[in-house]
């Protein structure tokens, strides 16, 4: 006589991270497995009778890692589960696998951030090193006031000039 394997539901329910994370705070996950999905791979936890699928953030579906690595990572890691299954039966990688063109955009982004910041310190450096060095005259609060003074009267000056 044939035995029936137990199927598991091509959707299964899916859990929220928050309440997962509470399940990982009173120790009642009782183990996991990585299951392979069209385009990655989902997360299910077993707890109590239950076994749910991890959902992705602000939806109502089953959050996919790209690889498998990363999947097991987060099961140890985040979950404390160091002894899982790995069900590949359903694994189809995506064809067309995300990519995220805004990454480049990003890092550029990132890397004008830092020359600057540098360009910055280096400017501030140098202008410290020079105050020290006497080649920077410094000005006493009151010179300063009298500077913005007749600053901020230019400036009214021109203002009445171009309005009037």
């Not at 996919?64 to 987060?74: D, I, Q």
């Amino acid at each position: 006589m044939a035995r029936k394997v137990a199927q598991r539901p091509a959707v299964p329910d899916i859990i929220d991270g928050k309440a997962v994370q509470s399940l990982v705070e009173a120790h009642a996950v009782r183990g996991a497995t990585v299951l392979g999905q069209k385009g990655g791979w989902a997360v299910l936890v077993r707890y109590g009778i239950l076994e749910r699928a991890i959902a992705a953030q602000r939806a109502r579906k089953p959050r996919l890692w790209r690889n498998l690595a990363t999947a097991a990572a987060f099961v140890r890691d985040e979950l404390g589960v160091v002894r899982f299954e790995v069900d590949a039966q359903a694994y189809e990688p995506d064809p067309g696998a995300r990519r995220r063109p805004d990454q480049a955009e990003r890092l550029r982004k990132q890397r004008e951030a830092a020359e600057h910041d540098m360009w910055f310190r280096t400017e501030v450096q140098n202008t410290l090193d020079r105050i020290d060095a006497g080649k920077i005259g410094l000005l006493d609060e009151d010179s300063w006031a009298k500077r913005a003074a007749e600053k901020r009267a230019e400036i009214a000056r021109r203002a009445a000039e171009h309005n009037g």
